[in-house]
Structures are given as structure tokens and as C-alpha cells.
């Protein structure tokens, strides 16, 4: 069985910076790619980072340069470093694991979400 707790979100002023971490637990063997994804309310779920094992990222275009994704594959752990924080970056941010294989088998994954909230 395959865990992904968050951890990170919080309250932060628009300019402030939060660092979200997602630790993928149990039998696992490899996790072909790893990300964060976020949904505001009643807006629908959208990609904000991703990293494949190999360390080729992708961003969306709202976040580009204010955002930094990053994985330490040995702890099976994605990391996201947001700078430069604005109000509509306030959001649930979800963590995805993709293709993790197990002796189960090959699955994906979802963190159960971490509020973020920039406000002053």
C-alpha cells in the first residue's frame, strides 16, 4: 500500500514564499514521475509542477520562474518552492505520484491536499 503525505501549506502574504513536501511511503519500487497539482474553488484541478525520474521538469505557465519542483529519488520525495506568492496561488495543492510500481503492480497516486492560502 502506497502512501503520499503532505506536508507545508499555510497562511502566507502575496510576495511570501512556502515550500510544500510530498513523501511517498511503502513496498515501492520506482515512481516514474511526481508532481503537484492544485484546485481552487470551483475551478477545476489543474497542473502546477511535474519531475520524471530522469529530472526533466514541467511547469505551468502561471508559475514559471516563481516556482521550483524538486525530487530526491532515493527518499521518494518531491519538494515544490513557491516565491513571489499571489493571492491566486490560494488553493488545495495535491501531489501526484504517476506509475509507481509495486509487487502490486503499477499505479497512480494522490496526496489528500494541503491548503495554501495567500492573503494579507
Known amino acids: 500500500q502506497v502512501r503520499l503525505v503532505e506536508s507545508g501549506g499555510g497562511l502566507v502574504q502575496p510576495g511570501g514564499s512556502l515550500r510544500l513536501s510530498c513523501a511517498a511511503s511503502?513496498?515501492?519500487?520506482?515512481?516514474?514521475?511526481m508532481g503537484w497539482y492544485r484546485q481552487a474553488p470551483g475551478k477545476q484541478r489543474e497542473l502546477v509542477a511535474a519531475?520524471?525520474?530522469?529530472?526533466?521538469?514541467n511547469y505551468a505557465d502561471s508559475v514559471k520562474g516563481r516556482f521550483t519542483i524538486s525530487r530526491n529519488n532515493a527518499k521518494n520525495t518531491v519538494y515544490l518552492q513557491m516565491n513571489s506568492l499571489k493571492p491566486e496561488d490560494t488553493a488545495v495543492y495535491y501531489c501526484?505520484?504517476?506509475?509507481?510500481?509495486?509487487?502490486?503492480?503499477?499505479?497512480?497516486?494522490w496526496g489528500q491536499g494541503t491548503q495554501v492560502t495567500v492573503s494579507s
Open positions: 519531475i520524471i525520474s530522469g529530472g526533466r521538469t
Open positions: 511503502g513496498s515501492i519500487f520506482s515512481i516514474a514521475a
Open positions: 501526484n505520484a504517476e506509475r509507481v510500481r509495486t509487487v502490486a503492480g503499477v499505479y497512480d497516486y
